[in-house]
């Protein structure tokens, strides 16, 4: 069965600490991962996607197969990256069905 | 341009009542869909539509029914509403169905009574 988990609901840590926020996933192929992020009050958008490769306001994550994860990962917290982190696997078939992990609260203290 | 835009933003219910909530793009998406957003349970898609007449069962479908009668909107009705139904309902848009981002609206916040 396809599925996403984010094991932890709550992540704190201070300004400047690292951040991780895991994920892992149940897929049989070749995924395609997401990391979705809803700000206070704001719409869920788009962070980044695994086959862009690329930085978004300091947060990387990369597709570990072996491991069947998909961590968001960045170096010094930012107070601003307070927020609701969501993983997301498209579900495959060319739909753009999106599989949602439960959710992670990012709150980054000053 | 508005992006993804849904009708209404709050509603209260009462038990049995019907509603429809209404998601217009304007990004000429061929790809809309209908997810319901539960505490500790992320987002679960109900309804899923890949073009303009075509409608399709997501992983929570019962007790409600979609129509795509036209490409920029994506209709998704209650008929009789149940207080498990009460959520946090987001449409979003997608250009293509695989590898590319999904345009969110702002949310219906439904409470059933």
């Known amino acids: 069965a396809q599925r996403v988990t984010q094991p932890e609901k709550l992540l704190s840590v201070f300004k400047g600490a690292p951040v991780e926020l895991k994920c892992n996933y149940s897929?049989?192929?070749?995924?395609?991962l997401f990391w979705y992020v809803q700000y206070s009050r704001q719409r869920l958008q788009l962070l980044l996607r695994?086959?862009s490769r690329e930085s978004i306001k300091g947060f990387t994550a990369d597709l570990n197969k072996g491991e069947t994860s998909f961590h968001l990962k960045k170096p010094f917290a930012q107070e601003e990256d307070s927020a609701m982190y969501y993983c997301?696997?498209?579900?495959?078939?060319?739909?753009?069905?999106?599989?949602f992990g439960q959710g992670t609260t990012l709150q980054v203290k000053p | 341009n508005a992006g993804v835009t849904q009708t209404p933003k709050f509603r209260v219910l009462k038990t049995g009542q019907s509603m429809t909530l209404l998601c217009a793009q304007d990004?000429?998406?061929?790809?809309m869909y209908w997810y319901r957003q539960d505490p500790g349970m992320g987002l679960r898609l109900i309804h899923y539509?890949?073009?303009?007449?075509?409608?399709a069962k997501g992983e929570v479908p019962d007790g409600y029914n979609v129509s795509r009668l036209k490409k920029q909107n994506f209709l998704l009705g209650l008929e009789s509403a149940a207080p498990s139904q009460t959520s946090v309902y987001f449409c979003?848009?997608?250009?293509?169905?695989?590898?590319?981002?999904?345009?969110f609206g702002q949310g219906t916040r439904l409470t059933v009574v």
């Open positions: 695994h086959i």
């Open positions: 897929y049989s192929g070749s995924p395609e």
């Open positions: 979003a848009s997608s250009y293509t169905g695989s590898g590319t981002e999904a345009f």
């Open positions: 990004m000429n998406h061929e790809y």
């Open positions: 539509s890949v073009g303009e007449g075509t409608t």
């Open positions: 997301a696997l498209s579900g495959g078939g060319n739909t753009g069905k999106l599989i």
